[in-house]
Each structure stands twice: as C-alpha cells, then as structure tokens.
C-alpha cells in the first residue's frame, strides 16, 4: 500500500500499458521482463501459503533485476540485484520506498538480526556472530541516516539466503 492505494499486479499492469507502445518498444527486452514480472506479482498474490508468495515474489524480483551479459551469460545475482535497488532507490524522488521501510523497521532489522538468514552462519564462519553485530550496527546506522540503499542491500542480504534455503531445499516448509 502506498499513500492508502493497494497496487496490486492490475494496477500495475494497467499503468504499465498506459505507456505509450513505442516508448515500451524502444526498450523491448526491459518491457518483457516487467510484463514476467507482473504475471509472478499476480500469482504471489493468489498464493495460499507464505512460501509460495515468497517464491513468485522472488520470481517477479528476479524477472525485473536480472539480465543477460554481452556473453548471452545471466549477470552476477548480486551485482545485479544492488544496482537495480540503487537505481530504484534514486527514482524514487517521491521517497515512498523510505515511509515503507521505515514503517516495516522493526520488523526489517528483526530479520537482519537472525543468525539464520546471515550467510556466514550457514558458511560456519568462526567470527559469524561478531560479523552479525558488526552488520545489525550498520543496518541501524543505515535507518539513522535515512540510507535507503544501505537498509536495502542489508535486507536483500538476509532474502538472499532465505531464497537459497527455499530454493535449495535447506529450509523445513510451514504446517
């Protein structure tokens, strides 16, 4: 919900096909994506259970932010979800992304806190606590200094690893 308006994937798509054809021409392959993207929107939101809403959102995130190299190779996932959320974050003259992360705060650094969504735990790193503070304390920096994409690559961090858990099999599905 921004500025009580629920976008839902037809709001979505309605204003995505009021874009004049040749400007969504003009960048096809981009085009393409968003219109992917918003059929897993769609289906995130008749999903009847948190993993299969987590998943076709993954789905619709990934659809958005990912791209072909020069190669015809995928490129890097996190390279390529960071400058997607940097380039949002600066569009977003509006600044609605931060009402909606700091509204969600509590429960944001709630997420970035648990060892079970940090990857140096699951790596078995030694120092995977002192690297958990260390990454809560500049999450909370981030908050204070209203840095929308340090909060952001933090989060995305933690659903990182909740998608390789999903994905992978290395997380125990909800009753």
Same mark, same amino acid.
């Given at each position: 919900?921004?500025?009580?308006?629920?976008?839902? $994937? @037809? %709001?979505? &798509? /309605?204003?995505?096909?009021?874009?004049?054809?040749? *400007?969504? #021409?003009?960048? !096809?392959?981009?085009?393409?994506?968003?219109?992917?993207?918003?059929?897993?929107?769609?289906?995130?939101?008749?999903?009847?259970?948190?993993?299969?809403?987590?998943?076709?959102?993954?789905?619709?995130?990934?659809?958005?932010?990912?791209?072909?190299?020069?190669?015809?190779?995928?490129?890097?996932?996190?390279?390529?979800?960071?400058?997607?959320?940097?380039?949002?974050?600066? $569009? @977003? %003259?509006? &600044? /609605?992304?931060?009402?909606?992360?700091?509204?969600? *705060?509590? #429960?944001?650094? !709630?997420?970035?806190?648990?060892?079970?969504?940090?990857?140096?735990?699951?790596?078995?790193?030694?120092?995977?606590?002192?690297?958990?503070?260390?990454?809560?304390?500049?999450?909370?920096?981030?908050?204070?200094?209203?840095?929308?994409?340090?909060?952001?690559?933090?989060?995305?961090?933690?659903?990182?690893?909740?998608?390789?858990?999903?994905?992978?099999?290395?997380?125990? $599905?909800?009753?």
């Amino acid at each position: 919900m921004i500025d009580g308006f629920v976008l839902t $994937a @037809d %709001t979505l &798509r /309605r204003q995505f096909k009021a874009i004049p054809q040749e *400007q969504r #021409d003009r960048c !096809r392959a981009f085009s393409v994506r968003i219109w992917r993207g918003l059929s897993w929107l769609e289906r995130s939101e008749s999903a009847m259970d948190v993993e299969g809403r987590f998943i076709s959102l993954w789905i619709a995130f990934n659809a958005i932010y990912g791209h072909l190299q020069g190669n015809g190779l995928s490129a890097p996932d996190h390279v390529t979800w960071q400058t997607f959320l940097a380039a949002i974050s600066k $569009a @977003d %003259t509006a &600044r /609605r992304l931060t009402g909606i992360l700091w509204n969600r *705060q509590v #429960d944001i650094l !709630r997420m970035i806190d648990s060892r079970y969504q940090y990857r140096p735990f699951w790596l078995g790193h030694a120092d995977a606590e002192e690297k958990l503070k260390r990454s809560r304390k500049r999450a909370i920096m981030h908050f204070n200094n209203q840095n929308v994409v340090g909060v952001l690559e933090e989060l995305f961090e933690r659903l990182y690893v909740l998608r390789q858990q999903v994905f992978h099999g290395a997380a125990t $599905a909800s009753p």
